[in-house]
Every structure is written in structure tokens, then in C-alpha cells.
């Protein structure tokens, strides 16, 4: 199922960006309620995470930033592609950054 790949890709990305061995007693649980799915629903739920442990004070290696991409059937590259566009597309390419600044580690 689309919403099981999701939340694995979803897992794998977090776990590789928080500091697991700072806290090991601590389990932190990430819930993603989707209100409504206009496209680029998994490049959302990566970006609201990682600003949400941000946010929460999670100690991390790095951030992770998504976008989705897709090229339709007449090979136009559409960025963050709406439901609609992700129906008539041929590739749905998931791109994932991870930015790390030594700078801000510093700090």
C-alpha cells in the first residue's frame, strides 16, 4: 500500500537524521494527520516533521528538506506537482537533501 511505503520512507528519513544515542531511554512518536492531500503529500510529511523535531528540541545530525518532482507525459518537469499532475505523470522522483552546517553546530 502507497500510505505503508510512505511511512516507512518517512521512518528511515527521521531515524537518519536524530541523535539516537544522545537519549536511548526515550522513545519520541511523530504523528502525521493529513487534513488534505492536494500532490506532494510525502515531500510535506518530511518538511513538517523535521521542522516539528526542530521544534520540539530533538537533538539532530542534520536536516532533512524534500521536494517532489514528477515529469509528465509530454516530459515537462513539474515541481511540487498538484493530485491532478500526479496523475498524469511518468516518473515521480522524491528528492531528499540533508544540510548539514558545521557553523550552526558550533553555536
Not at 493529513?34 to 510535506?44: E, P, Q, T, Y
Request: proline share 4%.
Amino acid at each position: 500500500m502507497l500510505e505503508e511505503e510512505y511511512e516507512m520512507i518517512l521512518k528511515r528519513t527521521l531515524q537518519s537524521i536524530c541523535l539516537l544515542t544522545i537519549n536511548p531511554n526515550t522513545t519520541t512518536s511523530i504523528i502525521i494527520q493529513v487534513i488534505d492531500d492536494d500532490g506532494a503529500l510525502l515531500s510535506c510529511a518530511i518538511n513538517a516533521a523535521c521542522v516539528a523535531l526542530v521544534d520540539a528540541g530533538i537533538p539532530t545530525e542534520h536536516l532533512a528538506v524534500a521536494i517532489c518532482c514528477c515529469v509528465a507525459k509530454s516530459g515537462c518537469v513539474i515541481l511540487d506537482p498538484t493530485r491532478l499532475e500526479e496523475q498524469i505523470i511518468i516518473e515521480f522522483p522524491l528528492l531528499i537533501y540533508y544540510i548539514h552546517d558545521t557553523w550552526c553546530r558550533k553555536l
